[in-house]
């Protein structure tokens, strides 16, 4: 058995400047680190792999998905920053040996509304849609994506293991990229 933990133990956000936690994670005993990849513009992939083969310890990578990164936002600008986001997390996981990304990649955290059938279903739609492309662009790099299912206090599109599993299910049905 492997144990990990997260970089949000310690520190938000993580960055070059804190490769020091991979050793600290050792120490602890962990296996592996999950990075979770808040400022892209903050990490070197190049270095990070270094520290962490030095230090041995496996990464795993998940992604911060805020306001500005709705892949099921109704404005197509905040869509497209999402899905230009999540490219980027699904770059650092092939980059540094991480064979998914994970977290709420389906919507923003925050979102906590009660929606309608029609608004719910059309932003599922969104959702699915930008998935799609993000799983078409994850299988080309083979990494796969780990849909994280929060609270309804945390969002208001993926509660459940089920409509994680229906999100997963949508976005399959046009794409060869496997969820986990």
């Not at 520190?11 to 600290?24: A, G, I, Q, R």
């Not at 849609?129 to 080309?140: D, G, I, Q, R």
């Amino acid at each position: 058995m492997r144990y990990g933990a997260s970089t949000f133990i310690w520190v938000s956000p993580f960055s070059n400047k804190t490769l020091n936690l991979l050793d600290k994670a050792k120490a602890f005993g962990f296996d592996i680190l999950e990075i979770c990849i808040e400022d892209p513009d903050t990490l070197d992939a190049s270095s990070i792999r270094a520290h962490a083969d030095k230090a041995g310890v496996a990464l795993t990578i998940c992604g911060a998905f805020g306001p500005s990164r709705d892949l099921s936002s109704e404005q197509e600008e905040v869509r497209q920053n999402g899905l230009t986001y999540l490219k980027r997390c699904i770059d650092f996981a092939s980059l540094l040996g991480s064979p998914f990304v994970s977290g709420p990649m389906y919507a923003a955290v925050g979102n906590a509304r009660m929606l309608g059938p029609a608004a719910r279903e059309a932003q599922w739609a969104r959702a699915v849609a930008s998935l799609k492309t993000a799983a078409a662009y994850a299988a080309e790099r083979s990494v796969k994506l780990a849909i994280e299912p929060l609270n309804r206090f945390e969002t208001d599109l993926v509660n459940t293991v089920d409509q994680g599993q229906t999100s997963a299910a949508r976005t399959l049905a046009c794409s060869s990229t496997r969820f986990i």
